[in-house]
């Protein structure tokens, strides 16, 4: 089936640490995103790439980075700079970056911290 | 600045209900496109429909419509009949114009629909 996997669904980091949120997809996508979803404000954009080893930072950047080495995989790491990490985060992705077309989502990672 | 709201954080239903969600935006450009997601308990957001700025056409969809009046800003979502597998949080969503690709969504409504 094509679509979105993201890895691990639930993930516990310890302060100061690092972790890295897996995103892959099969769907021959050219656009990739990251959101940050906190309850009741919506989805805050974190990263996209439009290409292989391109990519640009969000609203919501900070504590965060990201790498583009293949068009299917789009890993995110929170870093120890995040002060508050403890989040739903949600990779998406689109055929192309245009306005008008819509993203597909996996099913997301919530990530604690504890 | 591009901005949408729902002002609806929750909203609870019985099954068969007709229930309305709200979605108000705001933008100076003339060119952009609107859209709706369903986010079911499992988390993934599923796209619903997308409308730009220049097709005002109602539009119905089984027991879902939508309804896109330029003169409110608004973009206000119907199901008819409810179903308890309608129970999601539902997430408005405005693209295009000076925001480009970036999708701007707004907070979203959690409904509830009891059997």
């Known amino acids: 089936d094509g679509g979105i996997t993201q890895s691990p669904k639930y993930l516990f980091r310890k302060e100061g640490q690092n972790v890295t949120l897996s995103c892959e997809q099969n769907?021959?996508?050219?656009?990739m995103y990251w959101y940050r979803q906190d309850p009741g404000q919506g989805l805050r954009l974190i990263y996209y790439?439009?290409?292989?080893?391109?990519?640009q930072k969000g609203d919501i950047a900070e504590g965060y980075s990201v790498s583009r080495e293949k068009k299917e995989s789009f890993p995110l790491t929170v870093t120890s700079a995040q002060k508050n990490p403890t989040a739903f985060y949600l990779c998406?992705?689109?055929?192309?970056?245009?306005?008008?077309?819509?993203?597909?989502f996996g099913q997301g990672t919530r990530l604690t911290v504890v | 600045a591009q901005k949408v709201t729902q002002a609806q954080t929750e909203i609870s239903v019985v099954e068969k209900e007709d229930v309305t969600l709200d979605c108000v935006y705001e933008?100076?450009?003339?060119?952009?496109?609107l859209f709706w997601y369903k986010q079911p308990p499992s988390g993934e957001l599923v796209f619903l429909i997308r409308?730009?700025?220049?097709?005002?056409q109602n539009e119905i969809s089984g027991r879902y419509s939508w309804n896109f009046q330029k003169s409110t800003s608004s973009f206000n979502f119907t199901i008819t009949a409810s179903q308890v597998v309608d129970s999601a949080v539902y997430f408005c969503?405005?693209?295009?114009?000076?925001?480009?690709?970036?999708?701007?969504f707004g907070a979203g409504t959690r409904l509830f629909v009891k059997a």
């Open positions: 998406a992705s689109s055929i192309r970056r245009r306005p008008n077309t819509e993203a597909f």
């Open positions: 769907l021959n996508h050219d656009a």
């Open positions: 790439s439009q290409i292989v080893n391109d990519f």
């Open positions: 933008t100076r450009d003339t060119t952009y496109y």
């Open positions: 409308r730009n700025s220049f097709d005002e």
């Open positions: 969503a405005l693209s295009g114009g000076t925001g480009g690709f970036k999708t701007i």
